[in-house]
């Protein structure tokens, strides 16, 4: 599914990443992914939310990491205009991200 995102996308994709990983264990909760989607203005149940993790959480771990987020993030980027999707992403990390990391 990376191969759809061009290496800007991925490079934003991993600083993204990276700020949501706040233990610097290379991966994410699952439970963060909700929010994520809800910074992109993406709205999921809860039932939507546990498909999609399941479908991306390849060895059930419970934590995302940076290839299952790639997954994850890559439909919905290449569902919307990739310039929309990078200034929502761009926006919404630099909200979130308080030690101020420029992306």
């Given amino acids: 599914m990376s191969e759809e995102l061009n290496k800007d996308q991925i490079n934003l994709l991993k ?3 990276d700020t949501f990983d706040v233990e610097k264990k290379g ?5 963060m992914v909700g929010t994520i989607l809800g910074m992109l203005g993406i709205q999921v149940t809860d039932k939507i939310l546990a498909e999609i993790i ?3 959480d390849a060895d059930g771990s419970g934590e995302l990491e940076f290839e299952e987020f790639i997954t994850l993030a890559s439909r919905f980027m290449v569902e919307e205009d990739a310039e929309a999707m990078q200034a929502e992403l761009k926006e919404a990390f ?3 991200d308080k030690e101020g ?3």
């Fill in 15 to 17: 600083k993204a990443f």
């Fill in 27 to 31: 991966s994410i909760g699952t439970t």
């Fill in 54 to 56: 399941a479908e991306v």
């Fill in 94 to 96: 630099r909200l979130y």
């Fill in 101 to 103: 990391i420029p992306l």
